[in-house]
Each structure stands twice: as structure tokens, then as C-alpha cells.
């Protein structure tokens, strides 16, 4: 069964950062649309950041992330980050890594058009 596997999240303060890793199978990494999603307390899941790992596209961050995370990634161990810093409260959430296999990014950035889930990780920022 093919899976995305997460690692990193916890609980920092604000301002603070932390780093996510989501690791994917070599036959998933390629050429695939990945990101980000997180679901607040009572809130809808929502996107982050998504990423092409083939190359030759702009990364999309959601308006409220932009410009205190980015997506970073590396190869070798087929593994996409999400570096975040100036971390706020409202940031707090359950963190899902996210694919879209062997596909582009073009859909819209919505849960029903990924196909593989990481575990998902709890970050929690406290003021």
C-alpha cells in the first residue's frame, strides 16, 4: 500500500519555527504534485503550499503562509519539507502531507483531488 510518512510538528511559541518532512515512495516522488494541508479545530481542511517535483513550476503558497513557510526538497531521499517560521497561534493545526501521483498541480487546490495522505502531525503554537 502506497503511503506518504510524515515527521516533525510539536508545539513551539509564537514566532517560533518548526520543520515537516514527508517522505513518498520513489514511484510517487517523480513528477508528482505534493503540498500541504492543515485542518484547524473546527475547521474545514484547507491548503498550505504545493509543490511540482518535476520541475518547471511556481510553488503555491495559501496567503496566510506566504512568505514564513516554504517548501523546500530532496531528492536523494525523496522528501519534500515545509520550513515554517514566525509562527502564529492561528497556525496551530493537524499538518497532512498530500500527492497527487504522477500528476500536475493544475487541479484546483482542494482535499477530493489528492490521492495520498500522510498520517498527519500536530502543531500547536501557543501566544
Known amino acids: 500500500q502506497v503511503h506518504l510518512v510524515e515527521s516533525g510538528g510539536g508545539s513551539v511559541q509564537a514566532g517560533g519555527s518548526l520543520r515537516l518532512a514527508c517522505a513518498a515512495p520513489?514511484?510517487?516522488?517523480?513528477?508528482?504534485?505534493m503540498g500541504w494541508f492543515r485542518q484547524r479545530p473546527g475547521k474545514e481542511r484547507e491548503g498550505v503550499a504545493k509543490?511540482?517535483?518535476?520541475?518547471?513550476?511556481?510553488?503555491y503558497y495559501a496567503d496566510s503562509v506566504k512568505g514564513r513557510f516554504t517548501i523546500s526538497q530532496d531528492n536523494a531521499k525523496n522528501t519534500l519539507y515545509l520550513q515554517m517560521n514566525s509562527l502564529k497561534p492561528e497556525d496551530t493545526a493537524v499538518y497532512y502531507c498530500?500527492?497527487?501521483?504522477?500528476?500536475?498541480?493544475?487541479?484546483?487546490?482542494?482535499?477530493?483531488?489528492?490521492?495520498?495522505w500522510g498520517q498527519g502531525t500536530q502543531v500547536t503554537v501557543s501566544s
Open positions: 509543490f511540482y517535483t518535476g520541475g518547471g513550476s511556481t510553488t
Open positions: 520513489e514511484v510517487v516522488y517523480g513528477s508528482s504534485c
Open positions: 498530500a500527492a497527487r501521483a504522477r500528476r500536475s498541480c493544475t487541479a484546483p487546490f482542494s482535499p477530493q483531488y489528492f490521492d495520498l
